[in-house]
């Protein structure tokens, strides 16, 4: 709780903050818990069945309500707002949300982090309401694994399409998320990286890591990112960029041609 013998400057200064002294500049809006993938690393179909109990529409934080929290977080500091699920694009009038969320006076990122399968029909006009980018998690481009890997569930070519109207649409940049697991998709690190270079997509290999102890998670399973790296450079040299802020998580390189 602020202490109210401090200034208004100093209560803010102090509830931006974590324990450690980091400042919190972004904030993640978990708009939906369902998601239409079943990914064995996230949300298993094992657990998340139809018995699996899911939050009621009641139960979610109401777009007003959204917005409320936001408001009082970018006034603590917050400068970065993510819209997450679940699959965020599941939820009815994400647009209008996006819409209400940039019209917030010191947001100045706005994203959404999406499976894609559902992006095509919906990038212009969140576009046009103020989203300026998009993560797209797309684990591999053969059809057999991605099925797999979704769940049982296919999309693929509307996984592509939604990527490619996304770019059309003027979202920039735009991330694609691929969660290497050894033996499941490892082999399509190449393939991943052919697809999009020379193109506006920043690819993100993502190690594979335990999800809340649900996904069955064996260290054995995981490429760490050392491995990733000497494959990529045994095929193009690439070049480590320098970080863009204090504590990212991620390590950032470019094709040396």
């Given at each position: 709780?602020?202490?109210?013998?401090?200034?208004?400057d100093q209560i803010i200064?102090?509830?931006?903050?974590?324990?450690?002294?980091?400042?919190?500049?972004?904030?993640?809006?978990?708009?939906?818990?369902?998601c239409n993938f079943r990914?064995?690393?996230?949300?298993?179909?094992?657990?998340?069945?139809?018995?699996?109990?899911?939050?009621?529409?009641?139960?979610?934080?109401?777009?007003?309500?959204?917005?409320?929290?936001?408001?009082?977080?970018?006034?603590?500091?917050?400068?970065?707002?993510?819209?997450?699920?679940?699959?965020?694009?599941?939820?009815?009038?994400?647009?209008?949300?996006?819409?209400?969320?940039?019209?917030?006076?010191?947001?100045?990122?706005?994203?959404?982090?999406?499976?894609?399968?559902?992006?095509?029909?919906?990038?212009?006009?969140?576009?046009?309401?103020?989203?300026?980018?998009?993560?797209?998690?797309?684990?591999?481009?053969?059809?057999?694994?991605?099925?797999?890997?979704?769940?049982?569930?296919?999309?693929?070519?509307?996984?592509?399409?939604?990527?490619?109207?996304?770019?059309?649409?003027?979202?920039?940049?735009?991330?694609?998320?691929?969660?290497?697991?050894?033996?499941?998709?490892?082999?399509?690190?190449?393939?991943?990286?052919?697809?999009?270079?020379?193109?506006?997509?920043?690819?993100?290999?993502?190690?594979?890591?335990?999800?809340?102890?649900?996904?069955?998670?064996?260290?054995?399973?995981?490429?760490?990112?050392?491995?990733?790296?000497?494959?990529?450079?045994?095929?193009?040299?690439?070049?480590?960029?320098?970080?863009?802020?204090?504590?990212?998580?991620?390590?950032?390189?470019?094709?040396?041609?």
């Open positions: 709780m602020p202490d109210s013998t401090r200034s208004p200064r102090l509830d931006a903050r974590d324990k450690l002294g980091r400042l919190m500049h972004d904030l993640r809006i978990s708009v939906m818990d369902r990914c064995p690393y996230c949300m298993p179909k094992d657990t998340f069945n139809e018995s699996y109990r899911f939050l009621k529409s009641t139960q979610r934080l109401d777009f007003d309500e959204i917005i409320k929290v936001a408001r009082v977080c970018v006034g603590l500091g917050v400068r970065k707002l993510r819209l997450t699920g679940g699959e965020p694009l599941l939820r009815t009038g994400l647009a209008d949300l996006v819409g209400e969320l940039s019209a917030i006076e010191g947001v100045e990122d706005l994203a959404l982090t999406t499976n894609g399968v559902l992006l095509a029909q919906h990038a212009a006009e969140l576009k046009a309401n103020g989203l300026h980018r998009v993560t797209v998690s797309l684990d591999t481009l053969d059809p057999e694994t991605f099925e797999r890997m979704s769940g049982g569930f296919g999309g693929l070519e509307k996984v592509l399409e939604g990527i490619t109207m996304a770019i059309e649409s003027g979202l920039r940049p735009v991330k694609v998320n691929a969660v290497i697991q050894r033996g499941a998709n490892d082999d399509s690190i190449m393939p991943l990286l052919e697809r999009f270079r020379g193109t506006p997509v920043i690819l993100r290999l993502v190690e594979y890591m335990d999800v809340g102890n649900r996904n069955e998670w064996r260290p054995e399973e995981v490429v760490p990112s050392a491995e990733i790296l000497e494959r990529i450079r045994a095929r193009w040299p690439v070049t480590a960029l320098p970080g863009k802020y204090a504590g990212e998580v991620a390590d950032r390189y470019a094709y040396d041609d």
